[in-house]
């Protein structure tokens, strides 16, 4: 079937009125001579926080409180975050430290263990991920066989380590704002079963990101992989792959809060639009902001420029001030998105984040508005809720911490789905919910336990129930263990899935860590799809140097179907 060409691009009335939303609320403040709520006097630069009254310097975004201490976020492993600060910086194992971005918390963490001046940290909990050069601010004490200080000195020696480790966390941020990383990786499958399902699979990648680069009012922001795959078996072509995920020039209007975003991009107020091609406004103040935004979705299979699927929309969203102890948003939104003409999906959104001294969450609610062929020829209701997410965890005391989430997304039928179809559209609604408990006792142990229901799709109804045991923390190499079990069951097969892992420091330079696993599964269909798979692996963190990094990794997995090792080997610069 082919979609019509030609036709107008007409936006959902509600869009329309959310657009004009947005551009009135600065323009009413303007007109009645005052600026915006929120925004400083016009001297001021863009920043979250306005600047202290008496100072002629404009604070930056991300200015600390009074008596706090910022480093810089280094390195990140699946288990762990590493930042550049330590125990002579005035930190101790047990910490709770906060990650921010653009004046935020997006983060907490738990410092595990400490050198002198870097600090390993669990992720306590999160509203977005944590990446390499984020600011985490703490608050430092008597640094390790020194004196506690109090009073007005114990305030000046705060003011102080918080200028001295702003200024150092600068000065290792790269060249002119400029900071990231480059890296080499290698990975490598060797089948063998038999089968000649191996691969080798070499690998570049750049991270970039700059705030005020050279001092002027432009950010950057550059993610760019590339890999070349060479496959083992008979008449296999090679495949060569480049993604760029992120490359955007973000222009701060002088002596404003409103920012000018071009090129690739991800938005944290537009999570429901992904990764997408094209310019976006924001305007921020101190409790509220909004934007808009038009662009193109990338090619689905290369990630390449692809002006097929146009998409337009705005937000408004109102928040806590960045140095509240309660932190919460609340973000609306609209797009529309179009293909060749014709309607592709047309949605709302509502996100909501909060985080507390007890509890903190997240909550997303997508309802889509059909029309044209998704009505008459697909048969959708106009108006549907079509996805559901929200994650609580919830404190009690310093020790029991409870989670819960429910899931209830579902597959959205895409213009593509209905010229030019891969596959048979799956409009199964999936729905989910988990619910459980972690338990820290002593000051290493931790006990935890949790059940997931799911339901929908094609495996029907699959319920999982799982403990884990662990301690870490052990002596000053940072020793670990943890121990987990899984029963899980579905409308084809039930089984048991075990994990093992541990770690420790090798010295100051190098962190060890081995895993094992065995998965018992059986087929409630057919006996001869029974299996039993085990898997051990080695890991090894190596820091070469102040910037250098080395990742090695092997695996041997081998099983009732499948046998093979994996090995993996990166190398990484951060500046």
């Not at 704002?177 to 480059?182: E, S």
Request: charge should be neutral; include cysteine; hydrophobic fraction near 35%.
């Amino acid at each position: 079937m082919t979609a019509r060409r030609g036709s107008r691009l007409v936006p959902s009335p509600a869009a329309i009125v959310l657009l004009g939303c947005i551009a009135a609320t600065p323009l009413v403040a303007q007109q009645q001579g005052a600026p915006p709520p929120g925004q400083p006097p016009a001297a001021a630069p863009p920043t979250t926080t306005p600047p202290p009254a008496a100072s002629p310097t404009p604070a930056s975004p991300a200015a600390p409180k009074p008596g706090t201490a910022t480093a810089r976020v280094t390195y990140i492993t699946a288990a762990s975050l590493y930042f550049d600060a330590g125990r002579l910086d005035g930190l101790h194992e047990g910490d709770v430290v906060e990650v921010i971005r653009d004046g935020r918390t997006i983060a907490t963490l738990r410092v595990s263990f400490l050198s002198e001046h870097r600090a390993s940290c669990a992720i306590v909990n999160a509203a977005a991920p944590p990446v390499v050069g984020d600011l985490v601010r703490y608050v430092p004490r008597a640094a390790s066989g020194g004196r506690a200080t109090g009073g007005a000195a114990g305030a000046a020696a705060g003011a102080g380590a918080t200028a001295s480790s702003a200024t150092a966390a600068r000065s290792r941020g790269g060249w002119g704002g400029l900071h990231g990383r480059v890296g080499v990786r290698y990975q490598v499958v060797r089948d063998n079963s038999g089968g000649d399902n191996g691969f080798s699979q070499p690998a570049l990648d750049l991270r970039l990101d700059g705030s005020g680069v050279g001092g002027s009012d432009f950010d950057v922001n550059v993610d760019v992989r590339a890999r070349q795959t060479y496959r083992d078996w008979a008449g296999s072509e090679d495949e060569h792959l480049n993604q760029v995920y992120r490359l955007a020039a973000t222009w701060h209007l002088p002596n404003t809060r409103q920012r000018l975003t071009v090129g690739r991009q991800f938005a944290p107020n537009l999570e429901a639009v992904s990764i997408f091609d094209g310019v976006v406004y924001d305007l921020d103040g101190d409790r509220w902001g909004g934007g808009f935004f038009a662009g193109t979705q990338p090619d689905a299979a290369d990630f390449g420029v692809d002006g097929t699927v146009k998409e337009y929309g705005g937000y408004y969203t109102v928040h806590s001030l960045p140095m509240d102890a309660r932190q919460w948003a609340v973000t609306m939104g609209l797009i529309d998105s179009y293909a060749e003409g014709d309607v592709n999906r047309e949605w709302f959104y509502l996100q909501t984040r909060y985080r507390g001294p007890r509890l903190s969450g997240f909550l997303t609610q997508e309802v889509d508005y059909n029309r044209s062929w998704k009505v008459s020829e697909a048969g959708e209701s106009t108006v549907a809720p079509t996805s559901t997410f929200a994650v609580l965890h919830y404190r009690l005391g310093q020790r029991f911490t409870l989670h819960a989430g429910y899931d209830n997304r579902r597959s959205i039928r895409l213009w593509q789905d209905r010229v030019t179809p891969a596959t048979a559209f799956d409009d199964s609604h999936r729905q989910g919910g988990w619910a459980g408990g972690t338990l820290r006792f002593g000051r290493h142990f931790v006990i935890g336990a949790d059940g997931r229901v799911v339901t929908g799709g094609p495996s029907g109804r699959a319920d999982g129930y799982s403990g884990n045991f662990g301690w870490d923390g052990l002596s000053r190499a940072n020793m670990s263990f943890s121990l987990r079990g899984t029963r899980y069951t579905n409308d084809r097969s039930d089984g048991w899935m075990y994990a093992l892992a541990g770690g420790t420091d090798l010295g100051r330079r190098a962190h060890l860590e081995l895993a094992a696993g065995r998965v018992e599964e059986t087929s409630l269909d057919d006996p001869t799809l029974d299996r039993t798979d085990d898997w051990y692996g080695l890991d090894v963190d190596l820091l070469l140097g102040r910037s250098w990094y080395m990742i090695l990794s092997v695996e041997r997995y081998t099983g009732t179907f499948q046998d093979n090792d994996q090995g993996y080997a990166g190398v990484t610069y951060r500046f």
